[in-house]
């Protein structure tokens, strides 16, 4: 060995001290940025320098202009969208893993990828309650999820045909009808759009009050027909009923494709896991890990019950590949060269155990349950029946509800969205990270209930807001 180094230990060690000091002082900090720190972004844009720079003066500008200005989701009163933080233990199997810098497309370039997801592949089926022979790809997000799905969908609805899509494409090929409710996530049409079945050509099932597909108001099927449903909606976290629409879709030979992206993890939690009967009736499944697991992004995971057709349809040879009978990574996703994905989410189910992330669910979702209490006992009106993590709260009538939505934000105790949910504007509270307290809790009731309650006497005296 050489006596210097391939690696810079006080760069590295400044980027530990520094990323420990950013977590340590999240709790003190506002959860969105300041509009100075924005501000200061601008600070980036300078020329490229003509030479090279200090690498710890190069992490100095990113921690000092970039730390700032982050949006501080990993702490505990992050509410947006639906977001999780990352556990410690996969925050640190990242930095090790990005140490390794393995390329996890085939077992010959990382056995220690390949064999790391294998089990945590196992391991998600297992604790999912998923069939155990399905075919898992680790991919970057929910969305590449579903694709990847409905891409090994697509194959096998038109083999039954006689039809090889993956060779001959869509031309001249059998129409295939989907059929998807009207609270289908975007990330469905995405999916369809770039899979050449088309966003606008779907028949939409109408949905109930909380969001479910109606699995009464079913189409009469016929040919190669695919069924996207839900396991957790975005806004509401309800639940499309699994077993009925999987009979009867199934009775028609329709594939059924379940977008589980963060709900899908009640199944998790016994006491929420009816919440997901008869989702392990379907075909193929999507769900994300950097969501409710609390892995860092981006992590996103497709299981399809038939793992051939997911290799299949993700498939690909060349004659310096080098193909064992091991997993092969990055020929079970729509690209080859990849991280180490399998890591964190390994990482995470190593630490917390069955028991840790039934309790991660629960937990969350008994936050939910609160604020919708606390809000409710404040004279505000929860438009959702929280049954997992999500709440929708309005705050009067939909003006006074955006009001209060951009005083939160701006306020900066915690941090929330907005929606439009039947024909109302409403705030959505989503719990998803694992950092969130029940002092955490409290504390981002108390400030939207003054919050709220300053913006209904403004709206009263008709003041100019
Ligand atoms: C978040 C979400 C998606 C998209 O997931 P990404 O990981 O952002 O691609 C799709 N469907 C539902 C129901 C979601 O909540």
Not at 274 to 292: P, R
Not at 346 to 362: K, Q, T, Y
Not at 388 to 403: H, K, M, P, Y
Not at 423 to 441: N, P, Q, Y
């Amino acid at each position: 060995m050489s006596s210097t180094s391939i690696c810079n230990p006080a760069l590295l060690e400044s980027a530990a001290r520094r990323s420990v000091r950013y977590l340590n002082e999240i709790g003190d900090r506002r959860v969105g940025p300041s509009a100075e720190a924005v501000r200061a972004l601008r600070g980036f844009d300078v020329e490229m320098p003509a030479a090279p720079v200090d690498p710890e003066s190069v992490l100095d500008m990113l921690d000092r202009l970039g730390s700032p200005a982050t949006v501080a989701n990993v702490g505990g009163r992050y509410f947006g969208f639906v977001m999780g933080g990352s556990l410690p233990v996969t925050v640190a199997a990242n930095w090790l893993a990005g140490a390794w810098d393995q390329n996890a497309v085939m077992a010959v370039t990382s056995p220690v990828a390949a064999a790391v997801e294998e089990v945590a592949s196992r391991w998600l089926l297992e604790i999912l309650g998923l069939p155990r022979d399905s075919g898992l790809g680790f991919v970057g997000c929910d969305t590449v999820g579903i694709f990847v799905a409905l891409a090994a969908a697509r194959r096998a609805l038109l083999l039954r045909e006689g039809w090889d899509a993956d060779a001959r494409g869509l031309f001249d090929a059998p129409p295939i009808t989907v059929v998807l409710s009207d609270e289908a996530h975007l990330a469905v049409h995405k999916s369809l759009a770039l899979l050449g079945l088309g966003r606008e050509r779907v028949v939409r099932v109408s949905a109930d009050g909380q969001g479910r597909m109606r699995a009464e108001a079913l189409p009469h099927f016929s040919g190669p027909t695919l069924v996207c449903i839900q396991a957790g909606n975005v806004n509401t976290g309800s639940f499309d009923p699994a077993r009925e629409i999987c009979a009867a879709a199934h009775a028609a030979g329709a594939w059924v494709h379940v977008d589980g992206a963060f709900g899908i993890w009640a199944a998790a939690a016994p006491e929420r896991a009816y919440l997901t009967h008869g989702v392990a009736d379907a075909d193929s499944w999507s769900f994300d890990a950097h969501k409710w697991l609390n892995v860092p992004y981006d992590s996103g995971i497709a299981v399809v019950r038939e793992a051939g057709h997911l290799r299949d349809a993700m498939s690909g040879d060349a004659a310096y590949l080098q193909r064992g009978d091991q997993r092969d990574p990055g020929f079970l996703t729509p690209g080859m060269s990849c991280r180490a994905r399998g890591v964190e989410v390994w990482a995470a189910l190593a630490s917390l155990g069955r028991s840790g992330v039934a309790d991660l669910i629960e937990r969350t979702c008994r936050h939910a349950a609160r604020f919708a209490e606390g809000l409710r006992a404040a004279g505000f009106e929860i438009l959702n029946d929280v049954v997992i993590n999500q709440v929708l709260v309005s705050f009067g009538d939909d003006e006074t509800t955006r009001a209060v939505i951009t005083a939160i934000q701006e306020d900066g105790a915690c941090w929330c969205g907005g929606t439009f949910w039947h024909g109302r504007a409403a705030m959505r509270i989503s719990v998803s990270g694992w950092a969130t307290t029940a002092e955490d809790v409290e504390r981002s009731l108390a400030a939207m209930v003054r919050i709220a309650s300053e913006q209904r006497q403004a709206a009263a005296l008709g003041c100019a807001r």
